[in-house]
Nanobody, 128 residues
């Protein structure tokens, strides 16, 4: 069974930085073959798109709310996708999830309905 595992969340002051990681576990699953998206869900709100990267790492896309502050990247040798978050704001507080579509070798996806594999999430809390 494919499982995605997020790590790197925590408590940080406004203006600080965190780097989230998304790795695959379970049966042989090479995350480097898959587009990956990051989503977040704040308390009382719906889950929203944050950033995505295509399978090769050549294309990325960001939500307007994080553009210029967050960077998505991948290290295929480590089978890991990262979300570098800088200049964090209290409104970035949420549970962050990484996801991958069922099909490999695709471009990035923005709609969460296009993702089939999800991680359990990691909490990011930004204090003011």
């Amino acid at each position: 069974q494919v499982q995605l595992v997020e790590s790197g969340g925590g408590l940080v002051q406004a203006g600080g930085s965190l780097r989230l990681s998304c790795a695959a576990s379970g049966r042989t699953f090479s995350i480097y073959s898959y587009a990956v998206g990051w989503f977040r869900q704040a308390p009382g709100k719906e889950r929203e798109f944050v950033a995505a990267i295509n399978w090769s790492g050549g294309s990325t896309y960001y939500a307007d709310s994080v553009k210029g502050r967050f960077t998505i990247s991948r290290d295929n040798a480590k089978n890991t996708v990262y979300l570098q978050m800088n200049s964090l704001k209290p409104e970035d507080t949420a549970v962050y999830y990484c996801a991958a579509p069922f099909n490999a070798y695709t471009n990035y996806r923005v709609n969460q309905e296009q993702y089939g594999y999800w991680g359990q999430g990691t909490q990011v809390t930004v204090s003011s």
